[in-house]
């Protein structure tokens, strides 16, 4: 249920309806709107009598919230969530470019394309160091050394760090050096790995399963914000479908579906969505004009010996002229870079 309390309600009697709330068992979430405190009382709650709560002093009114995905719709929060890491406020007018490889792969490479990708305009700083690969036989990451060498990088180069964690016993590791926990498409519906993330104080960015719907998505998401971590990021990387010729098919239409739906911001991975490298920029440019609050891309200095994905990484030329176009669109529509 959303309780909404009337405004001018102190600090002393927001924590007594909060209190009171969850003497019947309820798990309760605070929202501030308008100068008006919203709480998300969440759970079963059978024994708990409406008509009686609604009479509480301060409450004004309290009606339910009408999809399954409570805390990270709009009913309950209908302002955007804006999450501030490093230098960029992703989810606000400024659109957030993530960039760098797929892997890392050395100290040489690493920082080559940390320098790159900050000369462009990027903020945050991709690279994984626990890699997700369909064979056993692929490359798997330097673990604990990629990161380490990830940090060192975007450090030099005044960037954030994004990078995925594949379980649960990897969040404490991975928190130690990332600004942003990302949670790949395999991983999606892996809920105790999602709870683990709920708890650390850091930004998740939570990828789309590949044949998830957009309802369960946010559901995924629902399970992070419900531990107590409001700071998700959703991103679109493209669903698999019956088409071959790309490697996915990049769902543009979720951004404004998700973006009518949640608070939470949405930025899109056109690289993964396509997988193919001259194909990557128009995506990239009609993942923005779809109202995206940002781009993570794959970008390597020499993607034809990458260890991974070098088939679908741009080139750091490539990667220069398309932040170019961007800004060009991002004016258009009253943001920037």
Known sequence: MLVILKRGISET???DVSSRLRMFGLSVHRTDHGGQVRLGAVGEGGGVDWDQVRGWPGVEKAEKIPVPFKLVSRAFQPHD????????AIGSRQLAIMAGPCSVEGEEQTF?????????GATVMRGGAYKPRTSPYSFQGLGEEGLKLLRRAADANGLAVVSEVMDTQQVALVARYADILQIGARNMQNFSLLKEVG???????LKRGQSATIEEWLMSAEHIVSQGNSQVILCERGIRTFETYTRNTLDLNAVPVVKELSHLPVIVDPSHGVGIRNKVAAMARASVAAGADGLIIEVHHDPDHALSDGAQSLYPEQ???LVGQIRTIAEVLGRRV
């Not at 969530?81 to 960029?88: K, P």
């Not at 080559?112 to 462009?120: F, G, L, N, R």
């Not at 708890?199 to 960015?205: G, L």
Request: net charge neutral.
């Open 199 to 205: 708890h650390v104080e850091k930004p998740v960015m």
């Open 81 to 88: 969530t804006v999450i501030t890491v490093g230098r960029c």
């Open 112 to 120: 080559t394309i940390a320098a790159a990708v900050a000369a462009a």
């Open 13 to 15: 009697d927001v924590s």
């Open 319 to 321: 990667f220069a002229q």
